[in-house]
């Protein structure tokens, strides 16, 4: 049987090509899975749905302890495409309260690659968000009729008062241009836009936690991957507490009512702000949720610029508020001791330049001066400091004088931790030099010694005043945050800045300010019991006069100090006097006298007129 | 009754069975992993895929059982009916067969359903070892040689009727078992090289060189083309020396183009290639003239034959039907096209990758249990290996088969004179390999996509059946082998 064995070593080549099969094969194994790492990222990408778990945001306290911004769930109407069938329209628009054209567009914009890249019919995606409970509630019992539709839950801020609106600030969608900024966001999160919201926005947000999913071929949630052995929890938002006293903030917008001004109060010793009211202001309930957009659009278009925090960010003439900062550069500067006594007749009157004063007894020294409010006195003052041979030339004095107001916190951003804070004025030499071509002397710029012309102030910057005169000579920087759950505070927050102006001269301010309070323009301010020191301001305008008070009380152990501003409110002891003794009353004893009240709601009442002009 | 019983249990080759019971056991275990869905599966529950695996494979058990009891002379008895009633149940089938998926190769009988196809696997190499073996027969003879044709054809006709085209081209692992037989082996030469040129020259999308203007499909064909000339020339010609200078000059001249490319200009490699094998074709035809030898001749032909095929594939992949070409295309890496037709060998692909050496552990595979690959307890089951068990899984199972296969050929090779046997147990050991070549090729991404199973490990009792078959039937075969002399 020759045949049979012929060709018996073809078997070896049939074997070789086994082999060689399994040899290339095993080749390319090595290949797939030993030397290629991409698809293992590939497999992770395709499996693991990596789902953010956000964590709660920081809550805000007042400085006695009460509870102001809290968490509260929202509902989000979800919709997975694949799932919606037989859906009645109408009964559907109806339960959210929208209407067939918005409802036609939200899907056509959820179904919308280029709007939503992560759109996918087999899963959940955004419909509608942030339902209150009382809409969710009316939702969700016909939820049952809407395939394809579930609700999500989510939380928004709550806030438990209706005050308070710019110093919280608000929660708003990221923008692109936060997205790129810091890696931390994603298309849909939320960030603080405006005030402590914003400010504090790293430590309220805490860290997002992650849920590893897996999602099979489909984009289907099949469950969690190793019993959530990846997962990693999310870390809470730091809580807040304010130095903020609510009541008090609640009293200074009661009293701003109807009227356009901001109430600032500080405590000296710490620079913390007691109250920071800015009128108009607005409910930050109306920034939460799915109204969120129309009511900012509406405060926006407002006139009188609800949205604007006149606080830190209006500047104005500080008017007579300001004396005092000048009585304190003279004295320091010696161009001017307590004893030094100016005439006044009605005014300043000199080389044909007058400026107008009130009647009060002439010449007076410098503590009556503070107390009857003299514009002699302290054009009188400028003017011979500049005039001053000691400092060589007129520019040579005024930056002196400059440098003095910068000390004292005036023309650069205190360094509030809110966002937005204006700088205020305070005129240079350079500046003067290029105004009037270098021609000028103390009578050319004598308005500013008396809080007007160029000089602008912040009403922080005017409380901060008080504070610096309270603590005889310096302030720490003021701040709405007292603190934040396991970190230090900013450590300008705690170091007291000291002005150029020696302890003993603040003493004779503050003699000249309690005696306003007692003899003066603020007779007003005069509380029962307690030693208030103040100083009325009323600063020229286009318009009506600004009505403004600074104050502090009690004298000698200061526990607050206030500045009031209300725009075209007239004389200083019109508006700022009552209400700053108000503040102050409501601080230093916790309640309103009988009698008190009833002038808190008499100021309430009044109303001011601005008409329809752009503020 | 009784001593046959004995004689079988004694001479029967355990070694196979072995192989054959870990194959089964690595199968249903892949099947666990493939149809696991991270809940609570109870594998031996019949409404799972592993638990109905369980009842196919104690049913083929059974089937086994009853075929090893059937001595040899019964199958050479009835080879040819059993072959004629299976290419009837085919013509039927085509008719009967509901449209699944566009095939119509599935008999419904009720809650069972059965491939037929899977089936005439066992017939066909009974009847061709009937035919083989019978007294007289000569591949030589015409006539022998077109009943032999027809054998193998026939089935494959009526299986692309079916439209399972897949099944029907495992038919032609039937050339290798002609080949052991005696076929020539030039003819197998060729189909392999074309089959080569086919699916490296259509289409390696991977660059290779990066920087160079090259179609490495293009490239590695026209580097084959030589060194298959080079060995045609050892075998065939007279003389070695021509085998060695077509070898060495071609590698040189390669070496070179591709030094200058890559250091000097970037060129397309691919002209020199081709210049070369036209000098190659020039200088046989030369040798054939001076030293007058055919073979000399044909080899040229070889060559320039090779290099026409090339680009006619490649003209060819232009008139097929855009979803046939896309097929072909995709499987081959040319469209890189994870949403469309590619994703099925992407996915498989990310699977098997992502195994790493040692895999993600049993059950532990993300990939296949979330549904990214098609068919994953099916066609696809290999990715499972690979994904769960890693390289080292994927290389145990491998050479399982390697030694699977080699047994079975040595098992054909121990028959000595009977003929019948050795046929059948090549056509088993062609018939494996060329399921294994196909199916893991596509899987990880080196053959074309074409539907059929892994043997013993992919779902499906037709499958498991046929193959269980056809093994019972060798190993009954070779329980009665004469003792060689």
């Not at chain 1, 390319?28 to 945001?57: C, G, H, M, W």
């Not at chain 2, 094998?277 to 001076?290: H, I, R």
Request: aromatic residues 12%; glycine residues 10%.
């Amino acid at each position: 049987m020759n045949n049979n064995y012929r060709y018996e070593n073809r078997k070896f080549v049939i074997v070789a090509i086994v082999m060689a099969i399994v040899l290339v094969y095993i080749g390319r194994l090595f290949y797939l899975q030993i030397l290629n790492d991409e698809y293992k990222e590939y497999a992770d990408s395709n499996a693991f749905l990596d789902k953010t778990v956000y964590p709660s945001r920081g809550v805000m306290y007042d400085r006695t302890g009460k509870l102001l911004v809290s968490n509260q769930p929202a509902y989000d109407v979800m919709v997975c495409m694949r799932n919606v069938k037989d859906l009645d329209t109408l009964a559907f628009c109806q339960s959210l309260g929208i209407t067939r054209e918005f409802f036609d567009k939200r899907m056509a914009d959820v179904k919308n690659r280029r709007l939503n890249p992560g759109y996918s019919s087999y899963t959940d995606q955004l419909f509608l968000s942030q339902l209150t409970a009382e809409d969710f509630a009316m939702f969700q019992e016909q939820l049952y009729k809407f395939n394809g539709f579930s609700i999500q839950r989510r939380a928004i801020r709550q806030y438990n008062y209706p005050v308070a609106g710019h110093l919280f600030g608000d929660l708003g969608e990221v923008s692109k241009k936060h997205i790129a900024a810091d890696d931390y966001y994603v298309q849909g999160d939320f960030i603080g836009t405006q005030g402590i919201e914003s400010y504090y926005e790293k430590q309220l947000r805490g860290e997002k936690g992650k849920e590893r999913l897996l999602r099979d071929a489909y984009g289907r949630v099949k469950g969690r991957y190793m019993e959530g052995a990846m997962d990693v929890a999310p870390v809470p938002g730091k809580n807040l507490t304010l130095s903020i006293d609510i009541e008090l903030q609640a009293l200074a917008e009661r009293l701003l009512q109807n009227k356009i001004g901001s109430v600032v109060a500080i405590e000296p010793s710490t620079g913390e702000v007691l109250c920071l009211a800015s009128s108009p202001g607005f409910n930050p309930q109306m920034l939460t949720g799915r109204q969120r957009g129309e009511n900012h659009r509406l405060l926006s278009k407002d006139k009188q610029k609800p949205l604007l925090n006149r606080a830190i960010q209006g500047t104005y003439p500080p008017g007579s508020t300001f004396k005092t900062s000048q009585a304190l550069t003279y004295l320091q500067e010696g161009i001017i001791t307590p004893e030094t006594s100016f005439p006044c007749a009605l005014g300043f009157r000199f080389k044909g330049l007058h400026v107008g004063c009130h009647a009060h007894s002439s010449p007076s020294a410098l503590v009556p001066s503070l107390a009857t409010s003299c514009n002699s006195y302290f054009c009188w003052g400028l003017y011979r400091m500049i005039g001053s041979e000691k400092y060589g030339s007129s520019q040579e004095a005024f930056t002196r004088w400059k440098d003095h107001m910068v000390s004292m916190g005036f023309g650069y951003r205190l360094g509030i931790d809110l966002p937005g804070e204006a700088r205020g004025f305070i005129p240079n030499s350079a500046f003067y030099d290029k105004w009037y071509g270098g021609r000028w002397n103390g009578l050319t710029i004598i308005s500013v010694s008396i809080g007007q012309g160029e000089v602008t102030l912040t009403p922080l910057q005017i409380a901060n005043l008080g504070a610096t005169i309270a603590n005889r000579g310096y302030y720490i920087a003021p701040h709405v945050v007292k603190g934040i759950q396991d970190e230090a505070l900013d450590s300008i927050y705690t170091t007291p800045k000291y002005t150029m102006v020696e302890k003993k001269h603040y003493e004779t301010v503050a003699q000249g300010m309690r005696e306003a309070v007692l003899n003066g323009t603020c007779r007003a301010a005069n509380l029962p019991d307690i030693e208030v020191c103040g100083k009325t301001g009323t600063a020229q305008n286009r318009g009506k006069d600004h009505s403004a008070f600074m104050g502090f009380a009690p004298m000698n152990d200061p526990k607050i100090a206030v500045a009031v501003y209300v725009e075209n409110g007239g004389f200083g002891a019109v508006y700022g006097v009552p209400i700053g003794a108000l503040i102050m009353e409501k601080y230093l004893t916790g309640t309103l006298s009988e009698a008190s009240e009833k002038k808190a709601n008499d100021l309430q009442q009044r109303v001011i007129y601005y008409g329809n002009q752009e503020r | 009754m009784a001593i046959r019983n004995v004689n079988l249990w004694r001479s029967i080759d355990w070694l196979t069975i072995i192989l054959y019971f870990v194959l089964v056991l690595c199968g249903w275990l892949s099947i666990c992993g493939a149809s696991y869905d991270f809940g609570e599966t109870d594998f031996l529950s019949f409404s799972s895929r592993a638990g109905k695996q369980l009842v196919w494979i104690g049913c083929a058990l059974v089937l086994a059982l009853v075929l090893l009891n059937i001595e040899k002379k019964y199958y050479e008895m009835f080879a040819y009916p059993v072959y004629a009633a299976f290419l009837l149940l085919l013509l039927v089938t085509i008719f009967v067969a509901p449209d699944i998926k566009g095939s119509h190769s599935w008999l419904v009988l009720g809650p069972i359903r059965i491939q037929p196809a899977e089936f005439s696997k066992f017939a066909t190499a009974l009847c061709m070892s009937r035919l083989l073996s019978t007294y007289g027969f000569s591949m030589e003879k015409r006539s022998d040689f077109i009943k032999m044709l027809a054998i193998i054809v026939v089935p494959m006709l009526l299986i692309v009727m079916q439209n399972e085209t897949g099944s029907a081209l495992v038919y032609l692992s039937f050339f290798f078992v002609l080949y052991r037989e005696g076929m020539t082996g030039s003819l197998l030469a060729l189909g392999v090289c074309a089959v080569v040129y086919f699916v490296i020259g259509v289409g390696q999308g991977e660059n290779f060189f990066a920087s160079m203007p090259v179609n490495v499909g293009q490239f590695i064909v026209f580097l084959l083309i030589p060194l298959f000339t080079a060995l045609m020339l050892g075998v065939y010609g007279k003389q070695m020396r021509h085998a060695w200078l077509v070898a060495i000059v071609n590698l040189l001249g390669v070496l070179l183009a591709y030094l200058f490319s890559r250091f000097v200009i970037p060129f397309d490699i691919c002209l020199v290639q081709l210049v070369l094998c036209g000098c190659t074709a020039l200088y046989l035809l030369m040798v054939f003239l001076a030293e007058r030898y055919a073979s000399y001749l044909l080899i040229a032909l070889f060559a320039l034959g090779s290099v026409g095929f090339y680009y006619s594939c490649n003209m060819l992949i232009d008139k097929l039907q855009p979803h046939q070409q896309m097929r072909i295309l995709v499987l081959l890496g040319i469209k890189d096209d994870p949403a469309g037709v590619g994703y099925n060998i992407n996915q498989s692909k990310i699977a098997i990758g992502s195994g790493g050496l040692w895999g993600k552990g049993f059950l532990n595979g993300t990939q296949t249990k979330l549904n990214y690959v098609p068919e994953q307890d099916t066609d696809f089951i290999f990715c499972t290996i690979g994904e769960e068990q890693g390289f080292m899984g994927c290389t145990f199972i491998l050479l399982l088969y390697a030694v699977f296969i080699i047994r079975i050929i040595m098992l054909a090779e121990r028959q000595g004179s009977v003929r019948f046997t050795r046929v059948y147990g090549y056509s088993l050991a062609a018939i494996l390999t060329f399921h294994l070549f196909v199916n893991v090729g596509m899987v990880i991404g080196l053959a074309p996509v074409i539907g059929i199973p892994l043997p013993f490990f992919s779902y499906g009792g037709s499958s498991l059946w046929g193959f269980t078959i056809l093994l019972a039937i060798l190993l009954r075969l070779d329980a009665e082998r004469e003792t060689r002399f």
